[in-house]
């Protein structure tokens, strides 16, 4: 299998963080525009912004949080030579539950969904981390 193609998934979190990016960029403009808030307040505290301003920035807070764990594995998996389908499938799992839980985050913010979502992406984190070792344990 090729290699590489575990920054596909990596790649697509990074979509999602670029994504958030410029959807907080625009929030912010159009809380500004429609006086929700006080630019000298806010230039020191975030959390004077309109609460939808505030959810895209906490998760893009989050999204450097497990995603480090994430990126970290993808490379051990890239230099270690140990890429297989099942792992770049869980990689892309990983990724899909880091959008969902950016849609929940940023829409609803119910917390159960939002839950679940970052549970499902820790379990396939620790799943994956677990591999990696005994694959370098076995290598030994």
Not at 46 to 55: G, I, M, R
Not at 80 to 98: E, G, I, K, Q, W
Not at 108 to 122: E, I, M, S
């Amino acid at each position: 299998m090729n290699q590489s193609l575990i920054f596909i998934p990596v790649l697509a979190h990074m979509l999602l963080v670029f994504t958030l990016f410029i959807k907080l960029g625009i929030a912010k403009s159009a809380a500004v525009k429609l006086g929700e808030v006080n630019r000298k307040d806010a230039a020191l505290n975030s959390k004077a912004w309109p609460d939808s301003v505030v959810k895209i920035s906490n998760n893009i807070g989050n999204q450097f949080e497990t995603p480090v764990l994430f990126y970290v594995l993808a490379i051990i998996f890239f230099l270690t030579n140990t890429l297989n389908s099942a792992v770049l499938v869980l990689m892309c799992f990983y990724t899909a539950t880091r959008y969902l839980h950016s849609y929940f985050h940023i829409t609803t913010n119910f917390v159960p969904n939002r839950f679940k979502a970052f549970l499902a992406g820790v379990l396939i984190l620790l799943g994956l981390t677990v591999w990696q070792l005994v694959l370098l344990i076995n290598s030994i």
